[in-house]
């Protein structure tokens, strides 16, 4: 552990340590807003649904909700539509004999899943996929500053006005879907607001679009470099969740998480004071020595996997399932479409956001046999 003299927040590396803060949500807030009172203050409300944001028992009552309406059974029920969608965006690029694995596959999928989720009629899931580039335009380094700042505001702004009109005819006429579903849920005799509901559908898609991309190119790559591990997942595809899961610890999307520190307290011998940044580490944590045998290994096989790749604690990823699912499907789809498959010398491109961890573009070789 370090205090970074650039930013004053506390690093925390050991897999020890970033769990024990990870797991006492009383001492590590969620609520980083409460750094900045005046200009985030209105965070402090539990019906505008920034899950994310919010401790218990104001998060323990949002996220009881959302886990009513996005249930296991609902990630079953959209097993046929992931593999519809991932068959489609290979028959889109079939007979090349490359492709982008990033941008063909791994990029598209998870937005168009997410959108089918909330119940997002088809002919606008390009729109949702301009809204979730645009809001993540920083990476492209295309634009700076005010007009940055500006560019970002108003994609967001579209995409919640198009969840706000989205969610009035959810209402009007509920389907079976997660925001109709969202907007009739209830804990302890309360209701989301609209707000809530469209603040949780932003969160959705922006919280499981890239995550799962990097995640899925980070295990093709992996996958590709290591002909022993390929072979094996070809053979035995029940072997693919294992991998699938090496795959999250060994690169885990979300570097870090933030935390704030509520009071004094110590981790790991070092003591932080009240109203610290502490940066949990989950890269770090899921490559220590001491939790995991060999953790610069990427190991399909490996036993007792409780990497924190998925986060830890109150906060723990409510997509998991859903995320483990998609990239299961699409590695599947992909050894069955391909008998080949092979790393390209041409160029990689990564997300250059510090908190992500993924492949941008990632050609690939491919050919049917
Ligand atoms: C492999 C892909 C994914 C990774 C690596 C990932 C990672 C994470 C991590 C590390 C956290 C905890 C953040 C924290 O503690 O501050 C988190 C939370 C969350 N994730 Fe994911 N995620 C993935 C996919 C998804 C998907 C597909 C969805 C939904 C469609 C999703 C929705 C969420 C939500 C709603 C939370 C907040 C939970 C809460 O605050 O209680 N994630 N995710």
Redesign the pocket.
Known sequence: MHQDPATGAWMVYRYADVVAA?SDHGTYS?ELWRAYPGEWGKGDTWGEGR??EMDPPR?RLL?ALISKAFTNRTVSGLVPEIEATVERLLDAVDGRPEIDLARDLADPL?VMV?AELIGLPFEDRELLRGWADRLLSFEAGELAGEELVTAIDQAGAELMAYLREHLRLRRADPKDDLFSRLATAEVEGERLTDEAVVNLGK??LI??HV??AC?LGSLAFELLGDPDALRAVRQDADLIPAAVEES?RYR???VN?LRLTTRDTELGGVPIPAGQFVSLS?ISANHDERQFEAPERFDIHRRHNQHV???QG???????P??RTE?RIALAALLRRYPVLERTDGPLQYYRNPSIAGLRSFPVAVSRG
């Open positions: 990870s969620s899950l994310t998060h996220r998870p997410i969160l959705l919280g499981g995550t799962t995640s999250v885990p999307a979300v998480s989950a790749g998925f986060g109150v906060h723990y990823c409510l997509g998991a859903l995320a990239i």
